[in-house]
């Protein structure tokens, strides 16, 4: 509208100006934003707080390294094996003189039972019984 004469006259308006004097309201009406970067914020901030919801999840307090208990490093120990007591050589002796007195299939008996037991002890690292049946073995071969 403009006035003349006193008198007020209706100017039609160039609808680049009707537009622009809307934007400017609209501008003014939502504290300085316009509609486009209202909405551009309101994207932009769900799209914020969605991605740390996916990504992020529980957050724990960091601790340093330095900060941190040296980890405890278990160490088993080996269970003591029971000890045997020492044979005796009167023993060997014994078993030597009780051999000479048995036939030669008895003698092949016991000569494969003692090598199966001797085998047994050496997988199973029993290293003293695995000694013990070699000895009786050699007693056992040399009476043939």
Known sequence: ?????????????????????????????????????????AVAMLACMASLQSVGGELRPYTLPSQQAAPRTEQRQMEPRPVRPRISEAYYQDFENQVKGLKPEQRADLDRSFARQRDLAIRSGRIDEAQHYLRLLQIVRDAK
């Open 1 to 41: 509208m403009i006035m003349a004469a006193g008198k007020k006259i209706k100017i039609p308006a160039h609808p680049r100006v009707v537009a622009d004097a809307q934007a400017e309201i609209e501008l003014k009406e939502n504290n300085g934003m316009n509609v486009s970067s209202r909405n551009f914020a």
